[in-house]
Each structure stands twice: as C-alpha cells, then as structure tokens.
C-alpha cells in the first residue's frame, strides 16, 4: 500500500481579502500585573513606562479560556489571535523604591494598531475570561485591573454597559435596570450584588458567576472608525464569563464545559443575547488545601438563572427566563436546549 502523502500547508498571505470558511475565536487579555515591574526610564518618573517583554505571560484566567475553548471548536470556530490589552501607564506602586530600577531604553510599543488589523467579522467571537473592570478606575483599590483603553475594550465595554451590568468592580455587580426587573418577578429581589470575601454576602456566602453573550455590539463607539480612509470595524460576537475572584471563575469554566455544553452551543449559535448568572455553595464543593489536579471542581454544580432579550439596550426591551426544555411539560428538544419558560 502506498504511504499516504501529507497535505502542505499554504501559507496565508498577510492582509489579503479572502473568505473565511471558518469563524474565528479571539481571546481578549488582561494582564496580571508582576509585583516587580521593569520599566522604561522616562523624562520624569510619570513618564516610566512598563516594559512587557518579558512579562507578557502574566496573563488572567488563561485557564478558564482553556476550560471553553474545546466548545467554542466544536462549535465550529478555530483560534485566531490573542488580544494582549497591556496597559500604557500606571501609578508606581507605594513601595516604588523596592521596585526593580528603570532601564535606560526606551519601550517600543510594536502592538500599536495590531488589532486594528486583525480584520475580524461579525461572524468572529471575541471571548474575555475575566471579570470586566468596568468601575475599577472609581473605585480603587489594590484589586484594580488596569485598563488598555484600546478601541476593543471601549467596544467590549460598552456593550457590557448598556446591555447587561450597570457596575461592575471588585467590590460590586450591579445588573442593568432590565436584568433586575426579571429577578424581581421571579423573585429573586437581588440585582445589587455586594462581594465580600470572594462570595457574595447577600445570600450566605454563595459564590457568583455569570456568562453574558451579545451576537454583535448595540452600538458603536465614537472613535471606532480606524483613521481617514480605512474601513469601519466589524462588530464581532462578544462572550464573557467571570467569577469575581480567580479560583471561582476558572470552577465556573469547568461547570459551563462539563455541565452546560448544550446551552453554551446554543448560546454560539443564536442571534439573542444572552445573560446566565450562577451561583453555588462553597461549603458543598470545598477547595482541597494542595490539589493535584482539578478533579475537585466536578463537585461544583451551579444553579442557573438563563434569560435572553432580542435587543436589551433598546427601551422598553424585555429579558425573558429559559429554561431546560425537560422542565416545561410538552417541551421537546427540537428548538435547543433551553426554551422560554412559560408564563404562570
């Protein structure tokens, strides 16, 4: 029998206008900031800038990403890029003078305009697997994620806003006006979700999670517009899944892989936005002192509120609740997992 020939590969051609036959996931990044930073030695010591060049590994919830990623596959995406959203100052910490000292170089800043050409569709998947700091800047505090303040995050930003969370900070979570009327019907009455220990004190101590999913932006931002000339910038799909602390976001990951695959494939697959908040006990699935593996995070079950709305950030617009189709008599799986559940 003849030896099977490999294919060859051929090379994408940089910035060529070609169809796509597959969409592609992107991983938007923050970066955990290092307790030694190496900076670029500047005019005046607000000049400084970080120097990334060895640091760029520092990234958060890489391992939540890597809990999705084989849905987002087989849901028929494949990777494209990793957005590495670097912040371009930040206040030198109160004991700068423990700090490594200032190099005498100068920070060549490479990325400038990269993800302007990354050339995403609206068919493309922007996935963040970290808690969006959409009121860090106002609230403080040694838990601040620094912003990039790129158009992408303004974009991501915005979306979040007006669609899903009117705040949201290390401290608090507070849903958008329209998300709260729903949990008050379901009475649910929480939509101010005050955070204290990593678990939200509202309700004994429960650990909070949430997915929020939009099929394209509500609206573009002023400045989306990439310079004279130059094309206006697709509004991709949007996923974002955090828990408001590290070890909590990458449990909630592995529940959404090992538990919800149905739903996250629908939710991939719609054109509705989506909001999941979960929540579970700690004190049932406790965190072994010195785990070998994550094994211990199959225990963690969240309970889930589902809802999607056809245009949440228009007024008057509703959030409807779904449910498994198993739970609504007469229900079939036909129409996806999930299914608005009926009026009472």
């Known amino acids: 029998m003849p030896?099977?020939?490999?294919?060859?590969?051929?090379p994408e051609q940089a910035g060529?206008?070609?169809?796509?036959?597959?969409?592609?996931?992107?991983?938007?990044?923050?970066?955990?900031?290092?307790?030694y930073l190496r900076m670029a030695a500047g005019s005046s010591e607000s000049e400084e800038e970080i120097l990334w060049d060895r640091q760029l590994h520092y990234i958060r919830d890489a391992g939540a990403f890597e809990e999705l990623f084989e849905t987002f596959i087989h849901a028929g995406f494949t990777f494209g890029e990793t957005i590495l959203n670097l912040p371009k100052d930040r206040p030198r910490p109160a004991d700068s003078n423990s700090q490594v000292p200032p190099v005498e170089t100068a920070a060549v800043d490479d990325a400038a305009g990269a993800t302007e050409d990354l050339d995403l569709s609206e068919s493309d998947l922007i996935v963040l697997t970290t808690r969006v700091p959409l009121d860090d800047d106002k609230e403080g505090g040694h838990k601040v994620i620094p912003r990039g303040h790129a158009f992408r995050e303004d974009i991501i930003f915005s979306t979040v806003r007006q669609c899903f969370l009117n705040w949201c900070s290390r401290r608090q979570i507070t849903l958008a006006w329209p998300i709260q009327e729903l949990r008050h019907n379901l009475g649910l009455l929480e939509g101010n979700f005050q955070l204290n220990q990593r678990t939200a004190t509202y309700q004994d101590g429960e650990n909070l999670a949430f997915l929020l999913f939009a099929p394209r932006p509500p609206v573009r931002p002023a400045g989306e517009v990439i310079g004279p000339g130059k094309k206006q910038v697709p509004g991709s799909k949007l996923l974002v899944s955090f828990a408001p602390a590290g070890v909590e976001n990458w449990l909630w990951a592995r529940a959404l892989r090992r538990l919800h695959k149905d739903l996250l494939f629908q939710i991939l697959d719609s054109e509705m936005y989506w909001c999941v908040i979960g929540t579970w006990d700690p004190k049932k699935s406790p965190i072994p002192a010195r785990p070998r593996t994550l094994a211990f995070a199959n225990g963690v079950r969240p309970d889930l509120m589902v809802a999607w709305s056809k245009a949440p950030y228009e007024k008057g617009a509703a959030w409807e609740r779904l449910l498994p189709w198993q739970q609504i008599e007469g229900a079939t799986a036909e129409n996806g997992a999930w299914q608005v559940a009926p009026l009472r």
Do not use: S, W
């Not at 030896?3 to 051929?10: C, E, G, I, P």
């Not at 206008?17 to 900031?33: I, N």
């Open 16 to 35: 060529a206008d070609r169809e796509r036959a597959q969409p592609r996931v992107v991983h938007f990044t923050y970066p955990v900031m290092p307790h």
């Open 3 to 10: 030896k099977r020939q490999r294919a060859t590969a051929t």
